[in-house]
């Protein structure tokens, strides 16, 4: 019990980390997505690497450590870049919402991984939240509906992300190792975009993606630590206040206005989480007061 509320709030403070990162990242303005997501992975690369060095930590992994780690970087990175895109091309809370599907995608792919069995009800609410997903993406022959695709293959590759942390996390594997790792992995992918596109960026931009750096180092750490703690399906509707956290900077800020559809998109992906959320809690009371 104790785990499962240091996971909730673990998940609520990478929801407002991340979506200082979103925006800090939107307001960078017109610089490469992969320039962008190398900024990104930079400051949680090095602030890993302190924390190994400070608490002595090993970064040598086991043999059945290795597919996870190199899923959870490949996989990870892919979502970032994704990310990063939609973030430029959609509203705030749009972007962040088609890439908070993950938690639906995490337990799909929980269920392939880690063996973690997800009951007909479960199902039911990932299908449920897929529907609520039409409603942003709009399917269309128009750019909107691309831009909003790969928004959500954003939302795929960090839901099988998060299923490899918490796979590794079950292993014995420390946080900030899978944080070094995931950086440094996306470092070196998106340094030769740099190298051979680089794109000139004012101070003021390169401090927004300093922060936006600030904003993925405590998400990161954060979200890794919360998923290691306690399983997706305890935790994840939670992550869902990040929804909220973006809506207002885009709205504060950036004047950013969801319409209609993208709202009861956000409904019903929220809806079925938390429903899906609530009868999981009714189902383990019940099964307490059962054993007693």
């Known amino acids: 019990m104790k785990q499962r509320h240091q996971g909730i709030l673990l998940i609520l403070c990478a929801g407002l980390s991340f979506s200082f990162m979103t925006f800090f990242v939107r307001l960078s303005g017109d610089l490469p997505t992969m320039q962008k997501t190398f900024f990104r992975n930079l400051l949680p690369a090095v602030f890993a690497a302190i924390s190994l060095i400070r608490k002595g930590e090993k970064i040598r992994l086991k043999k059945e450590n290795f597919l996870p780690l190199a899923c959870r970087c ?12 939609a973030i430029d091309k959609l509203n705030l809370s749009d972007a962040n919402m088609l890439n908070k599907l993950s938690p639906f995608f995490a337990i799909i792919f929980s269920y392939f991984i880690l063996k973690e069995k997800a009951n007909k009800f ?49 292993q014995g594997v420390k946080g900030s190792v899978i944080v070094f790792y995931f950086s440094i992995f996306s470092c070196i992918v998106t340094a030769p975009y740099l190298i051979f596109s680089y794109s000139p960026m004012t101070l003021k931009q390169l401090i927004y993606l300093m922060l936006a750096g600030l904003g993925a180092t405590g998400g990161q750490f954060c979200i890794t630590a919360a998923y290691t703690k306690a399983p997706a399906k305890d935790i994840s509707v939670f992550d869902y206040f990040q929804i909220l956290f973006a809506a207002m900077l885009g709205f504060f800020f950036l004047d950013q206005i969801p319409d209609w559809l993208s709202v009861i998109g956000y409904i019903i992906i929220i809806g079925s989480a938390i429903f899906k959320w609530w009868y999981i809690k009714n189902q383990e009371s019940k099964a307490s007061l059962e054993k007693k």
Do not use: D, H
């Open 122 to 170: 479960e199902w039911g609410a990932v299908v449920v939240a897929f529907i609520g997903s039409l409603f942003i993406i709009k399917p269309s022959f128009q750019m909107e509906f691309v831009y909003a695709l790969i928004g959500l293959l954003g939302g795929l590759g960090a839901g099988i992300a998060y299923t490899c942390v918490r796979k590794l996390g079950k």
């Open 74 to 85: 490949v996989f990870g990175t892919a979502g970032v870049i994704c990310n990063f895109y």
